[in-house]
């Protein structure tokens, strides 16, 4: 089990509550879809860690969470936003953040960065800083981004929102692939797409986390 | 981190170094350039380092209330004795004088008078631009004192007061073709840049004498005391006075002595 | 003119430590700040926006007091050193370094903040990629404050007594010869001290476009 999460509530000082009666993820893909403001972002900063509510139990990979040790946790799980944000840097040093931030050597960083930037096809970009590149080129950095350290989890808000629809397939195609090694969960409104990707698909409403389409 | 522990080591540094003799004068004592010339030759004959602070009048008094200054050389007689007599002194010597004088733009025309009350009355009458220091120096101790001789409290459009420095207020004068008080030999030095000229002098009251004052060393443990002795012995020397009495600005004498070196 | 080569050096050596060491105790401050959120941060970022106001004249008096042999300090013989005047120039610059740099820290997007968390970075590496982001603020800061204490002059005239030889620097050399009627030697110091502030703007400009470009992963 990656997640096991029951009772999970939390709430913006705007009044918005997100409430998930209950939530237990497999070692699969999860597609989450429902209208927007719906709360499906939120959902998933909750689950990244970033945002923390209160809960009766929150198990993550087996063992109840520890509130005071959330770096650690945060550091095997990753969220890829919809809309991307990059540093004032280049491509490449975007991509190799994670890694550097994890103190890979120099020789690591730049076999792991140029094979996941030919896979998201922007090998051409990475001498280009991050403000030169479109915004499809810009999701698709942040992908890259998401990806390269090969978290244990990786959430994905909209993550072919931006794109064309070569690019959506490609991304598609990649999510399959490493969905063998990485757990993901994928928010979308393209519900073609969650049936392409998952079996387990669950719907948001105000707020509220449903099991039935 | 280096530039930390350089900074260290250069107090620490100060710490050991050899004591220093500090002398605060007036600016306007030090702008003439007397300070530097003897400066060396005391080094050479005494041995110690001298290093000359230039303030203010009560800024140089408070440097030796605070011990923070060894000796003292200044120009405001009422200050010093009572300075002596609060015990911040043990030895005040006064050795050499030159005097202040009135000065304003140069194409204008006034009587003549014989003392310096009549030539304030003139202005005080007529409102003609006056500018003061306003500074609580020597010069402006010295105008205050003049004007309440009068019975006189000048104010008004005609009376400018700058709160600055000799140079800048006799700058601040010429830009106002006005007159001001001035002691004669920051006006000497000035002169070629300003058009003004002198346009009352020789008053006995006008006389600006000059002492200088050993720093009580019961003080602090820190001063210099021998230094301040040795000073006091290099001045009263007669070479040195001679040479006091001879330093000049361009061809101008600027200091007259109190006595006669034998 | 070999005394205005002395006085020269020893502006650029007053100066330029009196900058790094504001440098390095003002931005890991600005970020530190930045950072954490504690009860009492407006009011500590209120009050160094305020003695960014502050006369030099002001800083210079209340260092005298300190070194000053009946101060607090007094028996560190600080007094009419160079040391004294570097000292009281980092009081001035550090609220003006300060104040910049947190008023670029605090413009970083929070989702950028979210970001460098999601991507694992420690609380260190996050205050460094807030740094790296505002890397032109900072710089900014910086010349900001060394153009500040450059033309000092107020604050050294009384913590370092001008004394020739020991801590007279351009500014207070100008002061004096103005008063001297050496107004030749004054626009003299006046253009060194000039050029120096030039040549210093030019080298941190330089540096930091170098340190931008720094390209170390290209094939
Ligand atoms: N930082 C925030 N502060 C306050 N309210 C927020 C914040 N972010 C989102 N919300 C509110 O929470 C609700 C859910 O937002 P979100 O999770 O982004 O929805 P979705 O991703 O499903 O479109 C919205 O009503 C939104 O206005
Ligand atoms: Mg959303």
Redesign the interface.
């Known amino acids: 089990m990656v997640y096991q999460i029951s009772k999970l509530q939390f709430s913006y000082d705007s009044g918005f509550t997100l409430f998930v009666d209950e939530f237990l993820m497999q070692n699969s893909i999860v597609g989450i879809t429902g209208p927007s403001g719906s709360g499906k972002t939120t959902f998933l900063l909750n689950l990244a860690f970033l945002y923390t509510g209160k809960w009766e139990s929150f198990k993550f990979m087996g063992k109840e969470i520890d509130v005071d040790d959330l770096s650690s946790l945060r550091k095997r799980v990753t969220y890829v936003p919809q809309h991307p944000i990059l540093f004032r840097r280049t491509v490449f040093e975007n991509i190799a953040y994670p890694l550097k931030v994890r103190r890979f050597s120099h020789e690591q960083i730049r076999k792991k960065v140029y094979s996941i930037a030919e896979n998201f096809r922007i090998q051409d970009l990475l001498n280009k800083k991050a403000w030169q590149i479109s915004g499809g080129q810009a999701k698709r950095v942040c992908l890259a981004r998401g990806f390269v350290f090969e978290p244990d989890v990786v959430l994905l808000d909209e993550p072919t929102s931006d794109l064309d629809e070569d690019s959506g397939k490609l991304i598609e195609q990649f999510i399959l692939d490493v969905s063998s090694r990485t757990s993901i969960v994928v928010v979308s409104h393209d519900k073609q797409q969650l049936c392409r990707l998952c079996s387990n698909i669950l719907y948001m409403e105000k707020g509220r986390l449903l099991h039935t389409l | 981190m280096k530039k930390l522990v350089f900074v260290l080591l250069l107090m620490l540094a100060c710490v050991c170094v050899a004591k220093q003799l500090i002398l605060a004068t007036t600016t306007s004592v030090y702008n003439t350039g007397l300070l530097d010339f003897l400066k060396p030759q005391f080094e050479k004959r005494y041995g110690h380092s001298l290093s000359i602070v230039a303030v203010g009048t009560g800024m140089a008094l408070e440097y030796g209330k605070r011990a923070d200054a060894d000796i003292l050389l200044v120009h405001s007689p009422e200050d010093e004795l009572l300075f002596m007599k609060e015990g911040h002194g043990v030895l005040r010597v006064s050795f050499m004088y030159n005097d202040f004088v009135i000065v304003g733009p140069d194409d204008k025309t006034v009587p003549s008078v014989r003392t310096v009350q009549e030539f304030f009355d003139y202005i005080y009458e007529n409102k003609l631009s006056f500018v003061s220091r306003a500074d609580e120096s020597g010069t402006h101790k010295k105008e205050k004192q003049i004007w309440k001789s009068l019975n006189k409290v000048p104010s008004g459009a005609w009376y400018i007061q700058t709160g600055q420095d000799m140079a800048r207020t006799l700058m601040i004068a010429d830009e106002k073709r006005a007159f001001t008080l001035t002691d004669r030999s920051t006006f000497l030095a000035l002169k070629n840049k300003l058009n003004m000229k002198i346009f009352f002098e020789g008053d006995p009251q006008l006389l600006n004498i000059y002492s200088l004052i050993v720093v009580n060393p019961s003080k602090s443990d820190r001063l210099n005391y021998e230094g301040a002795l040795d000073f006091v012995r290099f001045i009263l020397d007669p070479a040195t006075l001679k040479m006091i009495s001879a330093y000049s600005a361009g061809e101008t004498k600027l200091f007259n002595l109190l006595f006669e070196p034998k | 003119m070999s005394e205005i080569f002395e006085i020269s050096i020893r502006s650029i050596y007053v100066n330029c430590?009196a900058i790094?060491?504001s440098t390095?105790v003002a931005v890991p401050l600005a970020l530190i700040v930045d950072f954490f959120g504690f009860r009492s941060k407006r009011f500590v970022i209120l009050l160094f926006q305020t003695l960014t106001g502050i006369p030099p004249v002001l800083v210079g008096l209340l260092v005298y007091l300190l070194f000053?042999?009946?101060?607090p300090l007094?028996?560190?013989?600080?007094?009419?050193?160079?040391?004294a005047m570097?000292l009281a120039q980092i009081l001035i610059a550090i609220p003006i370094i300060f104040s910049i740099c947190y008023s670029h820290f605090s413009k970083i997007?929070e989702?950028?903040r979210?970001?460098?968390?999601?991507?694992?970075?420690?609380?260190f590496?996050q205050m460094m990629?807030v740094f790296?982001?505002s890397s032109v603020g900072v710089v900014n800061a910086i010349l900001t404050a060394f153009g500040r204490i450059v033309g000092e002059v107020g604050a050294v005239m009384?913590v370092g007594?001008?004394?020739?030889g020991?801590t007279r620097i351009l500014t207070t050399s100008i002061v004096?010869y103005?008063?001297?009627?050496r107004?030749d030697d004054a626009i003299m110091a006046g253009a060194v001290l000039l050029m120096i502030a030039f040549s210093v703007n030019v080298l941190i400009t330089v540096f930091s476009d170098s340190m931008e470009k720094k390209?170390?992963?290209?094939r």
């Open positions: 430590t790094l060491i390095f000053s042999r009946k101060g007094g028996n560190l013989g600080l007094l009419f050193t160079s040391t570097i997007d989702k950028l979210v970001i460098m968390k999601t991507l694992g970075a420690t609380g590496q990629g790296r982001e009384i007594g001008n004394i020739a020991r004096l103005t008063n001297m009627g107004f390209k170390w992963y290209t």
